[in-house]
Structures are given as C-alpha cells and as structure tokens.
C-alpha cells in the first residue's frame, strides 16, 4: 500500500516539477489560439480551461488504463514503476506536445505535422496509419462497453443490442458540433469517472485488511514467463503512453483559448489518467491476490474482471456505478476516435466540414467499418483480444512517431534546441519497445528473443545517432544564420 502511495505522490511532483519544465522548454506565449482565430462552430470552439481539461481525460481516458492496466498487472507491481515513470516522462510530454504543436499549426492533425517536420513520406503514411489506428480504436471502444452493459442489463438486451447503440451514438458525437453533445455531456461523465475511481481504491484502502496492495519489486511475477520487456510496455499503453492522445490533443487543441492553458488540459489529463490506470492495476493485484489468479480471470474477459472486482469491493449499487464509470470511458474515447479521423480524412481531402453533408460522407464509411470489425470481435472467442493486440502496438508506434515529431520542431525552433531531449529521449525508448515488440510477437514476425532484442536497441541507437547528427546540423546553421 505504501508503493501505491507514494506513486500518486510522485505523479503529483511530476505534474507540479516535470510539467513546468515540459511547458519552460515549449515556451507558450499570447498568441491567439486556434479556437479564437479559426472559430466555425462546429470543430474550433472556444472552451473554458475546466471543460476543456474533462474532455480531453475523457478522450484519453477509453479502456485502455482500466483493462490495459488489468493486464499489465499481471507482471506484478513493476507495473507501478511503468505507469508512474512513463507517464511523467513520456506520456505527458507526449501529450502537450501533441497538443500545443498543433496549436501552433491552427489545429493541425499528427498526420498533417508529421508531413511538416518529417518530410511528405511520413504524411502520406501517417495519414492512412493514423486512420487504421482510430478506426481500430473505436472498435474496442465499442466492443468492451458493450460487453459490461450486457451484464447488467436484460438478456435480450445483448452485446450485438449495446454495440448499436453506441455505434449510434458515435455517429452522432461525430456529426454534431463538439460542443452541443460531447461539451454537454463530457462534465457528467467526468464526475462518474472520479467517483468511480475514488470509490474502487478507497474500498480497497479501507477494507479492513481483506484486500492487500503488494510492495513494488522488480520481478517478473507473470505466469507464463512473458517477459516484462518489451510485453509490458506494450500492453499499458493508455495508462503511461499512448499514441492515440496524438490524435486526440489537436482536437481539443482547436479549443483552448490560451496556449498557457496548454499545462493543466494536455500534461495534467495525462496525469490523472496515469491515476485511473494505477487505481485499476492495484485493484487487480489486491482482488485476486496472486498474479496468476488475476490472469486466470482475465482468461475470461477483462470485462468479467471489471464487474467482479466493482461488484466484489463495493457491494451491488457500488458495483453498478463503478461499471457505468468503466462503461463511460471507452465511449467516451470511442466517439472522438471516429471524430478525430473524420477531421484527418477532411484535412487530406480538402473537404470542409461546416456543412452536414460532408461530414457525413466522411463519417458513414467510417462508422460502416467499425461496425464490421466490432461483428469479427463479438462473434469470434478471441476477437477482443486480437483486435486490442494490433491496437496496441499501433498505438505506440504512434507515440513514437508524435515524439519524434515533436523533437523534429524543437530541434527547428532555435530556441528550444536544448530542451529538444525532452522528447528525444522517450523517443528513442519506444522505438526500442515498438520494434523489438512486432519482430517478436505472435501477431508479428516472430523472431527469437535475442534477433528481437539486439534488432531494437540496434533502431534505438540509430535514431539517436539521427537525433545528435540533427542537434549539431542545426546548430550549425543556426551559427552561419545568426
């Protein structure tokens, strides 16, 4: 319990320290924001700092902490030391970045400042990689909801039933302008969120002794033997870093109105959602007691493994709340995926998006697509986890990508140039965790333990060489300049 503890500790320090120097070396200043310059109603709304913050967590915050965290608890309580450290360091500037990068290029998409500071090639790839990528993400975010409500409900009111209905209410997340539904009903949803939280770890805190929150160690404690590296890193993606906040801080980066704004809405939702991922990843380890009895559980679905321990800490009203607060954050990413690629395929194309019409002849096929792939993940045994399995790795081989974009300006921006090793350095560390993860894994090309390690500290060491060739290359022409 200690451990946990003191990791909400650090996560505070790090938002409080580590932010403010995230934010010293991006240097926001009074520029007008996107959401004042570009303001059409519908996409470039202004918002207040609190509303703005709410959204953007509840974007972040889908199934990825709570079921990514279930499963990353499996290796024991060295997953602490990942959420905690990741997010800080990673994660959060991960987001900020993300976000006010965009603000200055009036809401641009990753895909469109990937082009701007990584060459056309990376565009064009970021483009159709960060369209799969959300397209992927709203199925789960469809497919995990479903399954809890079909536990709670009536039994004809099934996954398939769930999975429609909140397929509809994406498409109309999707079309309507951000702020009559989703700023409407983002502040409820947020307050479910907390309370949620708040009551899972305070049951299992004061449970009398019953429940027993292990120490942080550094063993491997999966049953199996997966090896934490680079498994772990891969399977709690949202909870510490994740490649889809890249796609969803230039949304709300359309809406602040200050870029000194940019501190409390990008970094410190980052940080809260760290919080919801160790809230679950403790109340796994606690519930069930031994890491093989947790994986056990998740055997049969992580959405079983939700409903027990809610139901199992909080009694049977807790319990539903709990759920609807789990219930409440895949949807609540789900529909600002869809979101967030119908503004990426507008800005490839060209097509405005003021009128109805053409957000629907985005949005449509779009919608069409997930629906299928939430079929395949229903109506197969496995199809969840296959689904979440390319979901990952795509998500963070996006991060990569959106650090080294981040870098890439930095390293542009004169002055910033010596504070570019704030994103460099998490960088180069998921490019090891991206590459040794897909040459290794089952769902990659399955190569053995060694090829795979020595390939991704080989890329790692290759991209930082890039990364000090780069520092010195500009540094240079910055001299001749001046």
Known sequence: MISLLISFAVLFLGYMLYGRLTEKVFAPDDRKTPALTVCDGVDFVPMKTWKAFLIQLLNIAGTGPIFGALMGAVFGPVVFLWIVFGSILGGAVHDYMSGMISSRHEGASIAELSGTYLGRVARAVMRVFSVVLLVLCGTVFVTSPAGLLDKLTLAWMNGTFWAIVILVYYLLATLLPIDKLIGKLYPIFGILLITMAVSVIGAILFSGGKYTIPEISLQNLHPDGTPIWPYMFITVACGAISGFHATQSPMIAKCIRSEKEGRVVFYGAMISEAVIALVWAAAGVAFYGTTQ??????????????????????????????????????????????????????????????????????????????????????????????????????????????????????????????????????????????????????????????????????????????????????????????
């Open 293 to 482: 009895l947790l994986d056990q559980a998740l055997a049969q679905g992580a959405s079983s493994v939700v409903y027990d321990i809610s139901t199992g800490v909080l009694g049977v009203f807790g319990g539903i709340l709990a759920i609807a607060g789990v219930v409440v954050c895949p949807i609540t990413s789900g529909d600002t995926a869809f979101r967030s690629a119908r503004l990426i395929i507008a800005e490839t194309t060209g097509l405005s998006q003021k009128t109805l019409k053409n957000r629907l002849l985005i949005t449509l096929p779009l919608l069409l697509i997930g629906g299928a792939l939430t079929w395949f993940a229903i109506v197969n045994d496995h199809g969840f986890q296959i689904v979440w399995r390319y979901f990952s790795w795509s998500n963070q081989t996006l991060a990569m990508i959106a650090l080294w974009v981040a870098t890439a300006y930095l390293l542009k921006k004169g002055k910033h140039r010596l504070g570019s090793w704030i994103t460099a350095l998490p960088a180069v560390f998921m490019s090891a965790v991206s590459v040794t993860y897909i040459l290794m894994a089952e769902e990659g090309f399955r190569l053995g333990a060694t090829v795979s390690y020595i390939a991704g500290a080989a890329t790692a060491l290759f991209l930082f060489a890039l990364y000090i060739f780069f520092f010195f290359k500009y540094a240079k022409e910055r001299k001749e300049e001046a």
